[in-house]
């Protein structure tokens, strides 16, 4: 599991996971708390894109 959480109750915040060859794996957006489940991923690097408006932030994820 990944666990987010905003700086702010009221901000909504999107996310996309993608596999090392640049598919899209997962998509959603959430507001405040949430958690991703990644037990569907297969063991890999992934990109997180995560952001708010104008806002966006890249994470290097391992999957193992």
């Known amino acids: 599991l990944i666990y987010l959480k ?3 109750a009221d901000q909504i915040l999107f996310y996309q996971i993608f596999d090392s060859m ?3 794996a997962v998509e959603d957006q959430f507001q405040f708390e ?3 489940d990644t037990s ?7 990109i997180m894109k995560l952001g708010q408006n104008s806002r966006t932030s890249f ?3 391992i999957k193992r």
Do not use: N, P, T, V
């Not at 569907?40 to 992934?46: E, F, R």
């Open 40 to 46: 569907h991923l297969a063991a890999g690097l992934y």
């Open 6 to 8: 905003a700086e702010e």
């Open 34 to 36: 949430d958690s991703i």
């Open 59 to 61: 994470l290097k994820l």
């Open 22 to 24: 640049g598919r899209l």
